[in-house]
């Protein structure tokens, strides 16, 4: 992303923890060799083949006051050799080592990747405690629980390149005995999924009432695909199953991700970049319904860098996070914008 859309920073003493970003290197040889572009996703795949600590760093260091971090897994730097249940192992051993370079203080006070949440494979049931078990070693201290994505839908063409399974992952009972092994641990669970299958998540979250849930990006909206032009029709769909998975206590949810072309909002990839303030006015029924329904006490901002560049640079996000915000007591910025994420992923700053 280029600085074309660059706007004076907005609140630059607010401190943010960012709570979720991936980092990633994908050569040029494996990029050419890619198909044809069919999916906004993959424009982005080709748009930032390398996003490491200096990428990470840089965005951090563009204005707003980024104080720490949580890395949210993406199939990063796995194991290439040992049992494939224990390949994402070197997801973790590869983001300590970042989150070691910044705790050097080198680099300054920012803590990057002050929580690392990683992944494996639940549906190992009750064998996956040892690939936990490793991960949290992996984490020297830093580990907080796991995502598995349910990301799934009938039509190809809404995940592209993302459409890898069926629908259902979170009912299997397999994956509910391995979910039935985390809590014990200490750890939490992200979920990705799209809207339509939100149900599965309130079933998930109200079998297992103990088990701290994080949804990410809002459960993503849908208005590409089958869904082009029924994003609006199916909101209300949205908000009540955002209503409904409000009511486990358990359950927080990030504000986010709406940047991405899931949604099918004209900010994606738009030419010019849209402001921070035409972000913030498609993005507000979508993080005040969470925010009415969640309470600022279980909600955060997440950039999903790089992911969410398709639509803004870092620094043009927060700003529409704070545009969003603004009519927020200090309080309220604080839990938005750093306490809560701060507590759900147990971070110590």
Known sequence: MTDAGAEPILEPDLPIVDPHHHL????AAAIAALPPPKHGFDHIIR????????????DMRRGHNVVATVYMECGAMYRADGPAALKPVGEIEFVNGVA???????????????????????????????VL?????????????????????????????????????????DFRRGFARLAPLGLSFDAWMLEPQLPDLIDLARTFPDTTIVLDHVGTPLG???????????????????????KSPKVNVKLGGLAMVFPGFPSFMSDPPATSVELAAEWKPYIETCIEAFGVERCMFESNFPVDI???????????????????TPAEKTALFSGTATKVYRLEL
């Open 24 to 27: 990633w290197d994908r050569p």
């Open 47 to 58: 748009r930032v083949p390398r996003y490491l600590w200096d990428e990470l760093l840089a």
């Open 100 to 130: 070691a370079m910044s705790a050097s203080n080198v680099y300054g006070p920012l803590r990057a990747c002050a929580g690392i949440v990683g992944h494996a494979d639940l549906k190992l049931g009750e064998a996956v405690v040892e």
């Open 133 to 173: 078990e490793a991960e949290i070693a992996a984490g020297g201290g830093r580990f907080r629980g796991i995502r598995q994505s349910a990301s799934a839908d009938e039509d190809p063409d809404v995940l592209g390149p993302l459409h890898r399974q069926g629908g259902g992952l979170y009912l299997q009972e």
């Open 224 to 246: 590409v695909g089958r869904y082009a032009g029924r994003r609006e029709e199916r909101f209300p769909i949205w908000r009540d199953a955002i209503r409904e998975l409000a």
């Open 310 to 328: 398709g639509s803004c640079s870092y620094d043009v996000l927060w700003n529409a996070f704070k545009v969003l915000a603004k009519g927020c």
